[in-house]
């Protein structure tokens, strides 16, 4: 089967409904065993048990940001190609991508204060997370208010590129100011920083995280996609009626 | 397991991780249900989408 087949709507449909129990599944699983791992991890020889907070922290900051990246390759979809499943996949990963950005910006919260002394520092890794979150608000704003869907997905898929700024900035703003929060220590030239007895818990909680948001985005697709049928099937009824 | 004199920051936010996940799933599944009910009323009323209509 071609990769365009699943861009048919109900052939999508039907590929969700087969292979949604399996991932469902698959989470539940690795999720188990990232949680028991997380959990077991030895304490850290500056910040003790706390460092257990990371296990959620830092999955949940790489998917709030990966949701966005996604929503700015939909927005290109919908803005350029003008093809309706990238709507559905934009519009859709929106909660799902401002939940993992929330879960960030709390349990970063939560670490700080016993490692830093404060719940809130306004620097630049902080700030510019709270803006991406802020930023999220506004797409799921966008969409819940537009009268017109159409209009709403062309503005949000706007705001999702220009929003894309703010990535790089995310990513880059310990490095490029001076920060309380710290640098890279997962994903950076000249490996890991983090030794491998809280690594490898940490690699897994990721993989567990992100079969959840592939999890959670493809069942909120299938969801606007039914969403999508029941408006036009009114539509046609309204017009039927009108006739 | 010993969590040590910060257990409760630990607790707090796996608590509310926990908590939005499953707000998060909820919400997914009612609004599923929903859907479904919407559209199997929609279909016993007879009305059908443009695809599914013969000739």
Known sequence: ?243 | MNLGPHADFIVAAYAVTLFVVAALIAWVLLDYSAQRRILGDLEERGVTRRSRRKG
């Open chain 1, 1 to 243: 089967m071609a990769v365009i087949d699943l861009a048919n709507p109900t052939r999508f449909l039907r590929i969700v409904d087969r292979v949604l129990p399996w991932l469902i599944g698959a989470t539940v699983f690795l999720l188990a065993v990232g949680l028991y791992r997380a959990l077991n991890a030895p304490d850290d020889y500056q910040q003790g048990a706390t460092v257990k907070i990371m296990f959620l922290h830092v999955p949940a900051a790489w998917f709030g940001m990966f949701g966005w990246a996604l929503m700015s390759v939909a927005a290109l979809g919908t803005l350029v190609w003008r093809h309706p499943l990238a709507d559905v996949s934009g519009k859709a990963v929106a909660p799902i991508g401002a939940a993992f950005t929330f879960i960030c910006l709390v349990t970063g919260s939560l670490w700080g204060r016993p490692t830093w002394g404060t719940y809130w520092v306004w620097d630049a890794r902080l700030t510019s997370m709270l803006v991406l979150l802020l930023l999220y608000l506004g797409v799921l704003a966008l969409y819940w208010t537009a009268e017109d869907p159409g209009r709403g997905a062309r503005a949000a898929a706007i705001l999702s590129l220009v929003g894309a700024v703010n990535l790089p900035i995310i990513k880059f703003s310990v490095d490029w100011w001076n920060t309380l929060h710290q640098p890279a220590s997962v994903f950076r030239i000249g490996g890991s920083t983090i030794d491998p007895s809280l690594l490898t818990p940490l690699l897994i909680m990721g993989l567990a995280f992100t079969l959840l948001f592939v999890t959670l985005h493809l069942a909120v697709m299938r969801n606007e996609i039914l969403r999508r049928r029941i408006r036009s099937m009114r539509l046609m009824q309204a017009q039927e009626v009108h006739a």
